[in-house]
């Protein structure tokens, strides 16, 4: 409705096929489409520019008051009015104040390139045709376009250097009224390229439609003859077409009733006598509707924008790619400056490690003071004589069963090594091991003494639980039963206490190696706690 308001037109319904021209349009009316910054009209656009400057207008153009005032006088005074100027056809019928909105505003769909001179004489037959049509029905936009079309391929040959010249925004304008700038999004040599297969597909339309341009004098000769005075518009034109179209709009551009499927727009709504003059310039060659034309074009148009979709997304892809290789660099740089901490770190701690292997070597006691190593195994004495048995490497096996009536049976692995460096006295520990994680778990080590000259031994432990504790008993031929003469403990020792403690080692019949403990804790009296077979696994 702001539309319509703005257009100022009397009686004229536009229908979905109606155009207005771009340049009825503030510049911020348009916004760019993002991915190829192709202008948009954006939605709440109004028309506002109706009085174009007069420089566009000229002479040969008209303005808003001009073409109301013109639709009201007869039509033959309008025709003559045009020529009077002595411009062109431009503003000289009802139908060219119609055209010539659009031909000021150089359209950029459907005007050819390169008519020049036909034009004078086109635009005459035009002229009479007006004259002969002075009831011009109101005016369809896309007429407008349409008969634009015609009109700018009726404007005289001075007027091509007009279209050719600069665009309002001083932007260049082709001979068909494109503007560079239309198809042209900034970026890459692709787009200007993408941008060029519009100019391509538009010269390729004018060049569809321009087999006709040189028959045209012949046409126009013809139109003129038919259009003498007296004649009908029927008369103008035999065929079919022309035939159905009233007689005073014949140039007046009179949107037809669509006669078809919307799928037929040429036929739908060409302004018949636009549409049929070009019709009949191409009677033999492809002939070609301007909605046709224009149909295609945009057809055209959305192809190669897609292209130009297609050119940004590669351009954008293209960027990130570029923007990750930054990335990447980027993290390499940051990994060599790591490595390079890294190595020097090793190289301090190496230097450290020598720092502290030359100070361990000067604090430990000088090679020289040790005994000889003698490669004899030291002599053992007589006084452990009683309980060489014991003595060697030993292994589970099977594994330990351990009891307690407060713990889950359980089992265990245990190393048992028992040794004498020729003293009068056995050297020994007990390593256990979880069977299954083999994580390290109760371990003891200590002495076994004898009393010389008896079977009296005595048994000293630390255990890793904090417990120290002296057992003594006898050896008796291979077996030994010690009990617990004294337990001590840490302070914070693990309750409950172990308050007595027996064990009983015996060499079985087997060779192997037995041991059996018993305990009475703080909470329960002496019961077996543990029992294992070791095998002996060096001498
Ligand atoms: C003579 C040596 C040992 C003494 C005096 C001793 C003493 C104890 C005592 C007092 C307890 C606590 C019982 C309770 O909570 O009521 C205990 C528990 C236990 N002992 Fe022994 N034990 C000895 C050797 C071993 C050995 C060689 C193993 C082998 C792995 C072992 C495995 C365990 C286990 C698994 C428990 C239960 C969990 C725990 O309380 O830590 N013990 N022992």
């Given at each position: 409705m702001q539309w319509l308001k703005a257009v100022q037109r009397d009686n004229w319904t536009p229908t979905k096929y109606s155009f207005l021209c771009?340049?009825?349009?503030?510049?911020?009316?348009f916004s760019k489409?993002?991915?190829?910054q192709h202008r948009l009209l954006k939605p709440t656009a109004v028309p506002s520019i109706f009085h174009l400057p007069e420089k566009k207008r000229g002479a040969g153009s008209h303005s808003r008051t001009r073409r109301r005032g013109t639709r009201k006088a007869s039509g033959g005074l309008r025709g003559r009015s045009s020529e009077t100027d002595g411009k062109g056809a431009a503003g000289s019928s009802s139908s060219e104040n119609l055209t010539a909105k659009p031909e000021s505003c150089k359209p950029k769909r459907a005007t050819p390139k390169g008519e020049t001179a036909p034009r004078a004489t086109h635009k005459a037959a035009l002229q009479e045709r007006a004259q002969r049509s002075p009831q011009g029905p109101p005016g369809d936009a896309l007429a407008a376009a349409a008969s634009g079309s015609r009109a700018v391929a009726s404007t005289p040959a001075g007027d091509a250097g007009r279209e050719s010249g600069g665009a309002p925004d001083g932007g260049l304008v082709d001979k068909s009224g494109?503007?560079?700038?239309?198809?042209?999004?900034?970026?890459s040599g692709a787009c200007r390229f993408i941008g060029s297969l519009h100019s391509y597909s538009f010269s390729s339309r004018h060049t569809r439609e321009r087999p006709s341009v040189p028959r045209e004098p012949v046409d126009r000769k013809r139109l003129k003859r038919d259009v003498e005075p007296g004649c009908s518009g029927t008369s103008l034109r035999p065929d079919k077409g022309l035939a159905q179209s009233p007689p005073t709009s014949s140039l007046t551009a009179t949107p037809q009733k669509p006669s078809q499927s919307p799928s037929a727009p040429p036929t739908d709504v060409t302004p018949k006598p636009a549409a049929e003059a070009v019709q009949s310039e191409h009677s033999d060659a492809s002939p070609m509707s301007i909605n046709e034309v224009i149909l295609s074009a945009s057809g055209a148009c959305r192809l190669i924008d897609s292209l130009h979709s297609y050119c940004s997304s590669s351009r954008q892809s293209r960027s990130q790619v570029c923007c990750l290789r930054g990335q990447v660099e980027k993290k390499k740089g940051e990994l060599r400056s790591l490595r390079q901490r890294v190595s020097r770190s090793d190289g301090q701690v190496r230097k450290l490690q020598e720092k502290l292997d030359e100070l361990q070597r000067g604090s430990?006691?000088?090679?020289?003071?040790?005994?000889?190593?003698?490669?004899?195994?030291p002599k053992m004495s007589p006084v452990v004589e009683p309980l060489s048995w014991m003595l060697g490497t030993w292994l589970s096996d099977p594994p330990g069963a351990g009891t307690f009536p407060t713990l889950q049976p359980f089992q265990y692995l245990e190393e048992v090594h028992i040794s004498h460096v020729g003293q009068p006295v056995l050297n020994f520990s007990f390593n256990a091991f979880h069977p299954d994680t083999r994580k390290p778990m109760h371990r003891e080590c200590g002495f076994i003494r004898l009393e010389p000259d008896t079977n009296k031994v005595a048994f000293v432990s630390a255990q890793n639980t904090g417990i120290v504790e002296v057992e003594e008993g006898e050896v008796n031929g291979q077996e030994l039963c010690i009990a617990s003469h004294s337990i001590a403990r840490i302070?914070?020792?693990?309750?409950?206490?172990?308050?007595q403690i027996t064990r009983k080692f015996r060499l079985n019949s087997e060779g192997k190696l037995e041991q059996t403990v018993s305990m009475a804790t703080t909470t329960q009296p002496m019961t077996q706690h543990l029992h294992i077979t070791y095998k002996k696994v060096t001498p």
């Open positions: 771009s340049e009825h349009f503030t510049k911020d009316s489409r993002l991915e190829d494109i503007s560079k700038d239309d198809f042209s999004p900034p970026g430990a006691p000088r090679a020289s003071s040790l005994p000889a190593p003698s490669r004899e195994p302070s914070f020792a693990k309750e409950p206490h172990v308050e």
